[in-house]
């Protein structure tokens, strides 16, 4: 389009000069607007061609390392009914369901709900005395806070310190972000506690509803 309005111009320009302007005044911006027109083109032709690639990516919950665990949790909010919950669980090297919580924390927002989550399963990991354990959460700007020493919020902070106190007791501890996909037994539990009647539920094995999906993502689903 920038080729064809910098000729159009140029036609014009040339058009204008042989008829002596029809007796009409020139367009005093005419020069400035061929100047911009052609800029643009030659920024256009020159600029290197990025070539977009799809890539296909197999999203699944995956088993710890020999010896670990893995906590995943995560939040649920309901911005129209005003309620919130949370919800997590451990599971071994095996995929094997070890505990698991509901937690409904009423009205508050999407990022705090989700640090409820965290903080409540590093309660569990301290009460267990678990040595090794590897922390999941698809709220990338949580795992982004707690990875980052300097972070600093008002409102947030009281939270985030009780989690990093908490993470110190364990000997070792890893944060990592995964997809919403590879969280669903997380995202299930989070989705119970915010229609639960306790403020606290801990489950020794997996409710009913989720026994299929534990399942599904011990076999790589």
């Known amino acids: 389009m920038e080729c064809c309005f910098f000729f159009c111009c140029l036609a014009d320009l040339e058009a204008t000069k042989s008829s002596g302007f029809n007796h009409k005044s020139p367009n005093p911006n005419i020069c400035r607007l061929i100047k911009m ?3 643009k083109f030659f920024l ?3 600029s290197p061609k990025c070539n977009h690639q799809m890539i296909t990516k197999l999203i699944k ?3 710890p390392e020999s010896g670990w665990l893995k906590l995943n949790t995560d939040g649920s909010f309901n911005d129209l009914l005003g309620n919130a919950g949370g919800g997590g669980l451990i599971r071994d090297e095996q995929g094997q369901w070890v505990a698991g919580f509901t937690r ?3 009205k508050t927002n999407s990022f705090m709900v989700e640090a409820w989550a965290l903080r409540d399963g590093l309660v569990l990991c301290n009460q267990m005395r678990v040595s090794k354990v590897i922390v999941e959460s698809d709220a990338k700007a949580v795992v982004d806070a707690l ?5 600093h919020n008002l409102v947030f902070s009281p939270l985030f310190n009780d989690c990093r106190q908490l993470a110190s007791n364990i000997p070792q501890v890893v944060f990592r972000h995964i997809y919403r996909e590879a969280n669903s037994c ?6 119970l506690g915010r229609l639960q009647h306790l403020d606290f539920v801990l489950h020794s094995s997996p409710p009913v509803d989720l026994v299929s999906v534990v399942l599904a993502d011990c076999q790589g689903v």
């Open 186 to 191: 997380a995202d299930r539990l989070a989705n």
């Open 147 to 151: 990875n980052n020493r300097g972070f």
């Open 104 to 106: 409904k924390i009423r």
């Open 37 to 39: 027109q052609a800029t």
């Open 44 to 46: 256009c032709i020159n």
């Open 61 to 63: 919950w995956e088993r």
